[in-house]
């Protein structure tokens, strides 16, 4: 079945950069999301990509795609105090012919040390 | 303001002792999911909605009960509540099942003695 696999913790200093990984298996996933979930709080869209695209930057986010490996990765530039959370990393599956259900991964705890 | 909102956020039962936890979207969305998050495992999709009156199981449906009665509420019903139940819950919604972007609820955090 579809799985999504990623590293759960990442420990960074902050002002440095933070590398999220993610592998995933369903070929046919047309999206590939990240969401961070803030301790007590729900899950946050920060930002996708289509998976005809091999990278795609917003502000201080970078995500890059590798189809061919099903490797995906979230890179945050200068890591602040305000990126400890939970990433999660999901893939989009066919549901009745379109895209729909989500797979997501168990989650990468960042940790920024001041 | 456009939100996804449960009820209640937190929750203490005791076993057997039905319950429901509502979720409810003021964005006309179509599709509407539950999840439950557990240490180590990430979220698991528990049933889903395509539209109205059209549900399904997704991957840990057990024990659990959905409707769908109208396009604004997805409500998600334990009949008879079992201490692994307990977790936290969430519930999302998009405008279709397809290539949008899922909001979410904020969580409804039950314990089942």
């Known amino acids: 079945g579809e799985d999504v696999e990623q590293s759960l913790f990442l420990s960074v200093r902050e002002g440095d950069s933070s590398v999220i990984n993610c592998t995933y298996t369903?070929?046919?996933?047309?999206?590939l999301y990240w969401y961070k979930q803030e301790p007590g709080a729900g899950l946050q869209l920060l930002t996708y990509?289509?998976?005809?695209?091999d990278m795609k930057q917003d502000q201080r986010l970078t995500v890059l795609l590798n189809k061919k490996d099903k490797h995906l990765s979230l890179r945050i530039a200068d890591t602040q105090t305000g990126d400890s959370a939970i990433y999660f990393c999901?893939?989009?599956?066919?549901?009745?012919?379109?895209?729909?259900?989500?797979?997501f991964g168990k989650g990468t705890k960042l940790s920024v040390k001041p | 303001e456009a939100q996804v909102t449960q009820n209640p956020r937190y929750l203490i039962t005791v076993t057997g002792k039905k319950l429901t936890v509502t979720c409810s979207q003021n964005m006309n969305h179509e599709y509407m999911s539950w999840y439950r998050q557990d240490p180590g495992l990430g979220l698991r999709q528990i049933y889903y909605s395509m539209n109205v009156e059209v549900t399904d199981k997704g991957d840990v449906p057990e024990g659990y009960k959905v409707s769908r009665k109208e396009k604004r509420n997805f409500p998600l019903i334990l009949e008879s509540p079992s201490p692994n139940q307990t977790s936290l819950y969430f519930c999302?919604?998009?405008?279709?099942?397809?290539?949008?972007?899922?909001?979410f609820g904020p969580g409804t955090r039950l314990l089942v003695l």
């Open positions: 999901a893939e989009s599956i066919l549901v009745a012919g379109s895209q729909g259900n989500l797979i």
């Open positions: 990509i289509f998976s005809n695209m």
């Open positions: 999302a919604s998009s405008q279709r099942a397809g290539r949008e972007t899922q909001y």
């Open positions: 369903d070929s046919s996933s047309t999206y």
